[in-house]
T-cell receptor
Framework: GDSVTQMEGPVTLSEEAFLTINCTYT??????LFWYVQYPGEGLQLLLK?????DKGSNKGFEATYRKETTSFHLEKGSVQVSDSAVYFC????????????FGGGTRVLVKP | GAVVSQHPSRVICKSGTSVKIECRSL??????MFWYRQFPKQSLMLMAT?????????EQGVEKDKFLINHASLTLSTLTVTSAHPEDSSFYIC????????????FGPGTRLTVL
């Protein structure tokens, strides 16, 4: 079945550092890929998405490129802020999944001033 | 993005009572909504898929008689935790699928359930 693997956290870094969170997936066909962010005590918010190979999703300085050859969708941000401290979830929606999302385990990011 | 609300945001109840959680899509019609459960510092576990006008589809291992789901309209789904026990304490999150161009799930802010 479909699965998503993302790097375990927590990831601790200083303000203005570069952030990368690795995400790889297993799915049949060509899934849509998503990154969601969860701030403390809140639900998930869609951060960005990509629906086909080589698409780049971007939002709030974050970027991720759909890499079919490596089945990856790594999240990057060039200069993080304290306000980026949150849990980040990589997810996929398979073509035959009936709109169900499969989530990775989540990566907690802590940005220190 | 689209807005999904949940009510209540936090509820504390006694063991043996039932609790209803509402999920509303505020600015779009959602034929499909999803209910998740999230344990501390863990990922989301899909409990069930709620389809407007039909019975919910439950994931393996989720008791349908304990977690009653009703999707009475295109903007409202409810989850009722029946005869709640302390082990049901968790963070419950709903999402609503926006079809068409967006073709994206939008999540509610979650409901923190504590069963004493």
């Amino acid at each position: 079945g479909d699965s998503v693997t993302q790097m375990e956290g927590p990831v601790t870094l200083s303000e203005e550092a570069f952030l990368t969170i690795n995400c790889t997936y297993t799915a049949t066909g060509y899934p849509s890929l998503f990154w969601y962010v969860q701030y403390p005590g809140e639900g998930l918010q869609l951060l960005l998405k990509a629906t086909k190979a080589d698409d780049k999703g971007s939002n709030k300085g974050f970027e991720a490129t759909y890499r079919k050859e490596t089945t990856s969708f790594h999240l990057e941000k060039g200069s993080v802020q304290v306000s980026d401290s949150a849990v980040y979830f990589c997810a996929l929606r398979g073509r035959a999944a009936g709109n169900k999302l499969t989530f990775g385990g989540g990566t907690r990011v802590l940005v220190k001033p | 993005g689209a807005v999904v609300s949940q009510h209540p945001s936090r509820v504390i109840c006694k063991s043996g009572t039932s609790v209803k959680i509402e999920c509303r899509s505020l600015d779009f019609q959602a034929t499909t909504m999803f209910w998740y459960r999230q344990f501390p510092k863990q990922s989301l576990m899909l409990m069930a898929t709620s389809n407007e006008g039909s019975k919910a589809t439950y994931e393996q291992g989720v008791e349908k008689d304990k977690f009653l789901i009703n999707h009475a309209s295109l903007t409202l789904s409810t989850l009722t935790v029946t005869s709640a026990h302390p082990e049901d304490s968790s963070f419950y999150i709903c999402s609503a699928h926006q079809p068409g161009g967006a073709d994206t799930q939008y999540f509610g802010p979650g409901t923190r359930l504590t069963v004493l």
